[in-house]
């Protein structure tokens, strides 16, 4: 995939990298230290996903560039609802974790938040010139028991940095019985509407 401009992704997460590597998109990852625990969790799942990914790229720390040159740089944040509507996200510890996904294992909700912010470097900063938004994202029902966890959470322990402690793909995908959805939206970021919205960026 080629893009004339340089493409920052502010994300700690595995999964978000996996895709972009795996598109053939380049990149570069920044650093981003943005404490979600100040955004507003009693808002609706759609709007907190938005806001905790905009919380993000105001924390996102970009290298210097050069007079003029412009960029772009993404973030974004994955949450999980179950059938009640209770929304989760990374676990505390390996119990809250086998907590989260009892509740999710009859059926759950992803959605995923991003922001892509076009940027300039001017006098030595960089300055935002355009922000896109873009949800995504979809439902599962898995075929996981007790012990199907207890395995799990063994042989996948980084599912404990993840929200809802789930992993849809890699040893993850086998107790996952039914998909609807965005697949790359529920994996931690949309890559269609992420190229879409990069080449629009691209043309203005």
């Given at each position: 995939m080629?893009?004339?401009?340089?493409?920052?992704?502010?994300s700690k997460s595995a999964s978000?990298?996996?895709?972009?590597?795996?598109?053939k998109i380049p990149f570069t990852v920044v650093n981003q230290d943005a404490d979600e625990h100040f955004c507003d969790w009693g808002i609706p799942v759609e709007q907190l996903v938005l806001s905790i990914a905009r919380h993000k790229l105001s924390h996102a720390e970009l290298p210097s560039g050069i007079e003029g040159e412009r960029a772009?740089?993404?973030?974004?944040?994955t949450l999980v609802q179950d059938l009640a509507g209770v929304v989760y996200g990374k676990p505390e510890d390996r119990a809250d974790a086998v907590r989260q996904?009892?509740?999710l294992r009859n059926g759950l909700r992803v959605v995923?938040?991003?922001?892509?912010?076009?940027?300039?470097?001017?006098?030595?900063?960089?300055?935002?010139?355009?922000?896109?938004?873009?949800?995504?994202?979809?439902?599962?029902?898995l075929a996981l028991s007790d012990a199907d966890i207890e395995r799990y959470l063994d042989t996948a322990p980084f599912a404990l940095s993840v929200a809802g402690s789930l992993l849809v793909d890699g040893y993850g995908a086998q107790f996952v019985k039914e998909v609807h959805g965005s697949w790359t939206g529920m994996l931690g970021l949309a890559i269609p509407e992420l190229t879409a919205i990069i080449r629009q960026l691209e043309d203005l």
């Open positions: 080629f893009f004339t401009m340089r493409l920052f992704l502010a978000r990298k996996f895709l972009l590597e795996d598109a772009i740089v993404v973030t974004a944040d996904l009892r509740a995923t938040g991003m922001w892509v912010d076009r940027r300039r470097f001017s006098d030595g900063v960089w300055v935002s010139e355009r922000l896109e938004s873009n949800l995504s994202g979809g439902t599962a029902v």
